[in-house]
């Protein structure tokens, strides 16, 4: 059985050797080339603790060119997923997740705070999310670290994570990997508060640097769940 990174791998050189071959380009590789996928880094951590195997339905609010739900449909084919997307194209979406043989997916051009979504509430088992912080390099260490409040910057990591609430059912779970900004923002007291109030948060889990290959500096993990205080 071929691993995930090993099936992804094959379905991206699928595509390239495709592309190219619909271009009449010849096959002119240097030696030792090898393409290489996004890191699955992101879906390898909500395999081990999300619960996938009991999820019916899978909703990926904010994906840029999913890759990451890619790697959910090479392992779970058959599941119902939902993907958000203003990176890339619906119909390019489309091709990618039938090289995956996914039988259920369902892709929008669409951004998921704007009112042209059409997404389901109270609907999905699961619904994951990453939002890559943006990173400064600290002028005394020389070292990257998240970049520090912005007086003026309006800040959206908790407008995705009510909206991905909002769409899970009544035993539905999310799973955001962020920055630590919104857990320590002072604009964002209230936010916080309306969290824990509502009981919606069930884990925080704090993910030491480099455990995500894309990411140089620690990130968090926010688990929350649809309860009925709403």
């Known amino acids: 059985t071929q691993s995930r990174s090993s099936a992804a791998s094959d379905v991206y050189k699928r595509q390239v050797l495709t592309r190219l071959q619909a271009t009449n380009e010849p096959m002119q590789f240097e030696d030792g080339f090898q393409y290489e996928e996004i890191p699955s880094d992101f879906m390898d951590l909500i395999f081990e603790i999300a619960d996938l195997d009991n999820s019916k339905s899978l909703y990926a609010p904010f994906e840029t060119t999913a ?3 890619l790697y959910a449909a090479l392992e779970y084919p058959d599941k119902e997923i939902r993907i958000e997307s203003m990176g890339q194209l619906t119909h390019h979406l489309l091709r990618k997740f039938a090289f995956a043989q996914a039988q259920n997916v369902h892709c929008s051009y669409t951004y998921c705070l704007s009112n042209n979504s059409t997404v389901k509430k109270d609907y999905y088992d699961t619904s994951i999310c990453l939002l890559q912080p943006k990173m400064q390099v600290d002028r005394i260490t020389d070292t990257t670290i998240e970049q520090s409040e912005r007086k003026h910057v309006t800040y959206k990591e ?11 059912n009544p035993y539905g779970k999310g799973y955001m990997v962020m920055g630590k900004g919104p857990l320590f923002r002072r604009k964002e007291k209230e936010e916080r508060k309306l969290l824990i109030e509502n009981n919606w948060v069930d884990a925080v889990i704090t993910l030491p640097s480099k455990l995500m290959k894309f990411c140089p500096i620690p990130l968090v993990l926010l688990a929350v769940s649809y309860t009925h205080l709403r």
């Open 67 to 69: 890759e990451q739900s």
């Open 158 to 168: 908790h407008l995705y994570i009510k909206h991905m609430i909002e769409c899970l």
